[in-house]
C-alpha cells in the first residue's frame, strides 16, 4: 500500500477495480482546509481518462511493474507487434494502450510496462521525440503570412502534423510524441 505522498507520474494504481496509470498529479494546499491531491487517472484496459481528488494520506493501492525495452515491429489492422529487445519474445498489443499509435515507425525502441503478478502488458511508453521523414506536403507560399503561419504535412507513418511553410517533402523533422506537435527541423 502507498499514500499520496507516493504518487508520481507513471505511477500504476487499482482503483475503482481497473488498473489506472497516473497521467498528471498536483499537490493542494489550501489556506483554509486540509491538503489534497488532484490527479488525472488514465485507465489502462479502456483507455479512458478520469479526474479523481485524493485527501492527504489517503491509501492507494500500487501495481508492481517491471519495465522493459521492445522495439516496434509491425501493425497489423489494430493490432501492433513488438519484440522484447532482451528475450526476443514477442507480443501484441491492442492500438488503444498506445498513446500516439500513428507516430510509431518500425524498428522504434519503446519502453513496455509489464504487470509482475500476471505478466501482462499494462501500457507503452513511447520515445519524447522521434524524427520522421515528410512525404507529402502542400508548397508554401511567400508573403501572404503573418507570423507562425503552419500548413498540415503527412509524415511517412502516415500521420498529419502541422509543420511551418519552410517544410518540404523529403524533410526529416522531429515531433513530440506527447502532443503529436512539429518541434524542429533535423538537418543530416
Do not use: W
Amino acid at each position: 500500500m502507498a499514500s499520496t505522498s507516493d504518487i508520481r507520474n507513471g505511477l500504476c494504481i487499482k482503483y475503482n477495480h481497473d488498473i489506472y496509470k497516473i497521467i498528471e498529479f498536483l499537490h493542494v494546499k489550501p489556506g483554509k482546509g486540509p491538503a489534497f491531491v488532484r490527479t488525472k487517472l488514465k485507465s489502462l484496459t479502456t483507455g479512458k481518462v478520469l479526474d479523481n481528488t485524493f485527501s492527504a494520506g489517503h491509501k492507494i493501492e500500487d501495481v508492481r511493474v517491471e519495465t522493459h525495452t521492445f522495439q516496434f515491429l509491425y501493425a497489423e489492422g489494430d493490432q501492433f507487434h513488438f519484440m522484447n529487445a532482451e528475450s526476443f519474445e514477442q507480443i501484441t498489443l491492442d492500438k488503444n494502450i498506445l498513446d500516439a499509435p500513428d507516430l510509431l515507425k518500425e524498428g522504434t525502441n519503446v519502453m513496455v510496462q509489464i504487470n509482475t503478478e500476471t505478466d501482462l502488458p499494462l501500457s507503452v511508453d513511447m520515445p519524447a521525440s522521434i524524427i520522421l521523414e515528410v512525404t507529402y506536403a502542400e508548397p508554401g507560399v511567400k508573403g501572404n503570412t503573418a507570423t507562425n503561419a503552419t500548413k498540415s504535412a503527412t509524415v511517412e507513418t502516415g500521420a498529419t502534423v502541422n509543420v511551418p511553410l519552410f517544410i518540404n517533402e523529403g524533410d526529416k523533422i522531429k515531433i513530440d510524441t506527447a502532443s503529436g506537435s512539429y518541434m524542429e527541423r533535423v538537418k543530416e
